[in-house]
């Protein structure tokens, strides 16, 4: 096996609580299985700028050979992802991105494409009629944008849809779920809700249950994890009506960042697929993704049998050694 240079790796990720972040973080961590003696320096920015932009500055002291980077919101992360760009650190946008055009790679779904294909599911779901409302993500974030203006481009192919309101939850559960009932109100008009996250989506659930308004709602979200508390397991327990895949792009990013670090031709965008998860496709997708992990299990315990024989090995040597030349 060709020896490979030893390389740091800075991840700067906008928050590490919730499941998407979670799985991100652990396809980034197998993948980097295969480059070993790889160092990963995580930070996680709990969905602070502020913090955010101190965690960067920090790596970038830190001899860091590439960074990779969620920016919280695109305009307050853009100067400093620059700053290490322009250092000539290779720079990985993963998911949410800058205000800028430095950066050496992207790796991330088409959120304008999500919010459209969202956009036009309604209309065929509603069949061309009937009131909408939109539950958008943190403001300055770029899939938030970027999906907002998708979903109003998709809609306005269908003039008998209208939207009743729009609010932001941040991408989180609660704020989504605060910001709906101060619209309460409002809500019993709509006949469906669109929501930029599938815990959004949930928070309107929630909300419309609580109310006992829910009934003939139709509730999207974005994301469609599997396995347990995933967007799946909601759509396939009829709680959220669809959900549109948003891949995290872990493994993805790992690959790319080698191909940088290994000075091999790479993509600048790496464009990731999407598709919508409904009643019609969600069993077949459960049984897909539970076969994969099954796998990925099977692989990560011969990984760990490996580990083991070659420890083994390793100390069986030196003891042959010490007995050879004492
Ligand atoms: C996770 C998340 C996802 C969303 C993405 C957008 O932190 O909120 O639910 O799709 O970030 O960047």
Redesign the pocket.
Known sequence: QKQERKFRIGFSQC?GT?N??RMMLSGIRRELAFHPGTELLYKDANDNNQLQIQQVRELLTQNIDLLMVSPNEAQPLTQVVEEAFTKGIPVIVI??KTASQFYTSFVGADNFGIGKMAGEYVGRTLHGKGKVIEVI?RPG?T?AIARQQGFAAGLAQYPGITMLAQVYGN?LKDDASKQLLTIKEKLPGADLVFA????MAMGAHEVYEKLGIGKKVTFIG??GLPGPGGGMQFVSDQLLDATLL?PTGGEEAVQTAFKILNGEPFNKENILQTLIIDSSNVHPLQLQADKINEQQRDIEKQQGLLEAQQATYKSQTTLLYITVTA
């Open positions: 928050t919730d998407w972040r998911d949410r993500g974030s899939p991408w930029h996250n599938d815990l974005v994301d948003y």
